[in-house]
């Protein structure tokens, strides 16, 4: 792996190196950490997350020109193990149902963005980066415990910096307590890891990875966060017990960062209420949570549709997850090998709980979900059995790598908290920081031995200084008319969704398609009814566009404005069809039950 001779090569590598890590600096430190009013946030899904983005797009382009000017290529060997997974998550797109693909592109950008991330990483690989780039991470996580610290405690009233400071929950920058108290996890983690590689461990040191352990065990409590405060006291303590059984800890300092870990995890929330309304409940995670279809202040409504939102009046200890889980299962084992279809899970998940509450009245159910709350169980239902293959690839790479010794079992461990959250919630749809913090532990377990280095030919070399160009432009332009067109779409919310000239403002509806097209025929239909009359041509519009949504984006309010406008122009097989359907995936909808039984009237007169 010897660099091409002569000093040019070599300053080369110097200044790409520190240009590499000031990226990763601005994305962990600066970037993720930009927060303000949004439509939701997801981390795969390209629109969201802008900013930080941005930065690791930069940071590939840092990469690209790194090869460029070196020509020289590093690869490690367990690549082809993660690129072998690939092929099994996206092989099923040959034969299943591709209907909704182009609705999900968005997402598979996300992951090939990721896997482009990952190949940038490698081509700075060494002791010395891998150390900096859990340094850097352990920053970041430190940076959103002091956040959450001062959201608690010291801010009670929303502000332009503290935009949800008034629901009484920390949860840093992040939109979901669960996401922001597993990234703190990871902190914990991280502190961990940094002791292990301390040759001194001075009191200093010690007392503040255990003070640090402990505030985010009590953020955890704080913020209210269910699964992931159970994944950060699960990871914490078994990366203990890992590191004493090694050796790399003495008992009395497993003890002290035990205790740190217990007592800020099991001390009550009550014992430190300092919010001026003891009343404020934090809110669940459910409802901190902004999917990529609404969120708190921008949520779809069609017009003179009061909110409704359907619930199940039994609870349970475990939440919704029995119902999720035994409701997906069946869903896979219905279509074990081609799956649903990507794109699908949303309509079918309520088709197939609709059935599922038929049977149990009394199960909890959910009524809002794009995701089984389990990674490898999501692809498996879209996709079929195949993507399973590529999971247990995975795992059977990090086994053998670990064993052969081109993977720091260690490092690796680090990202446990990620790997628990998305067996149970799905992190790395919410934030962009999470998915690209466990590619960067990937990564820094990445041992030096399993580097392959490959000489680039000199023509290529010229060829990948414009394509790296090129590709950071498209990136670039792409990202910041998203991030226009979310400015106009919070205005046209601000203006109580009435100034129709925000939204023909957006240049680039594509990353926002779904809610683009429902303002906009929320605002036709708005104006039509003021008027007293409504356009036959635009409300066949809405016809057309309600009958497409509803197969891959079935809102319940969707689902009522449609038959509703079926009804109005007299349809009625349509208009019955669709109304079995929406009531057996929404069967509390109060809207639905009048209609059916106004449907009903009108059948029976015809008869």
Known sequence: MNAPAG????????????????????????????????????????????????????????????????????LHTSTMYYAGALVCFFLPLIYSDRLFLDVEMLRIIGMLSGL????????????RFN??????????????TVWGLVQYYFIFESSRLFWSAAQGSPYGVFQQVNVFTVYLALGSMLSLWGVSRSRVRSKWLLSSVAILIFANAHLAVLSGADTARFVGLV???????????????????????AVALCFGSFTPKTFFDVRPDSRLEVASASQLASSSINDSKTSYRLIDTAPTKSTNPTDSALGTRPTIYAVSLAMFLDKPLTGHGIGSFRKQYLL????????????????????????????????????????????????????????????????????????????????????????????ASMSIGGLKSFSVPRWFALFIGPLALWLASKAWVFLLSTYYALLMFLLFNASGRENVNYLLEVNNPSAFKLRYEFELFQW????????????????????????????????????????????????????????????????????????????????????
């Not at 482009?116 to 002791?127: E, K, N, R």
Request: charged share 15%.
């Open 352 to 443: 197939y709980q609709g059935e599922y509450l038929k049977r149990h009245p009394a199960a909890p159910a959910e009524f809002n979900l794009s995701h089984p709350h389990n990674e490898p169980l999501y692809w498996m239902v879209e996709l079929g059995a195949l993507p399973l293959v590529g999971f247990l690839l995975v795992l059977s790479a990090w086994f053998f790598s670990v064993r052969l010794g081109t993977l720091d079992l260690t490092t690796l461990l680090v990202g446990l908290p990620l790997v628990l959250q998305s067996l149970l919630e799905l992190p790395f749809y919410h934030s962009v920081a999470h998915y690209l913090s466990f590619v960067i532990i990937l990564v």
């Open 131 to 144: 150390s900096y780039l859990l340094w850097i991470l352990l920053a970041s996580t430190a940076i959103q």
């Open 7 to 74: 000093k040019y090569s070599e300053k080369a590598e110097r200044i790409t190196w520190w240009m590499g890590i000031v990226c990763l600096v601005i994305l962990f430190w600066v970037a993720m950490n930009y927060t303000s009013r949004n439509m939701g946030g997801s981390g795969v899904q390209v629109p969201y997350n802008t900013f930080a983005w941005l930065a690791a797009s930069l940071f590939v382009l840092v990469a690209l020109v790194r090869v460029f000017l070196v020509r020289k290529f590093l």
């Open 235 to 257: 990871s914490v303590l078994s990366y203990l017990v890992y590191l004493r059984a090694g050796q790399t800890l003495s008992t009395n300092f497993t003890i002290l960062f």
């Open 524 to 607: 036709q239909l708005r104006r039509a009814r003021e008027k007293g009359e409504i356009d036959l041509e635009q409300l066949n519009g809405y016809l057309r566009w309600a009958f497409s949504t509803v197969q891959y984006a079935p809102m319940q309010t969707t689902y009522e404005n449609f038959v509703a406008s079926l009804v109005l122009i007299n349809n009625q097989v349509p208009a019955r069809r669709y109304l079995d359907e929406g009531l057996l995936m929404y069967p509390n909808s109060e809207k639905l039950r009048a209609f059916d039984r106004q449907l009903s009237v009108m059948e029976a007169a015809d008869e």
């Open 116 to 127: 482009l991330f990952f190949v940038a990483l490698q081509q700075f690989v060494g002791a």
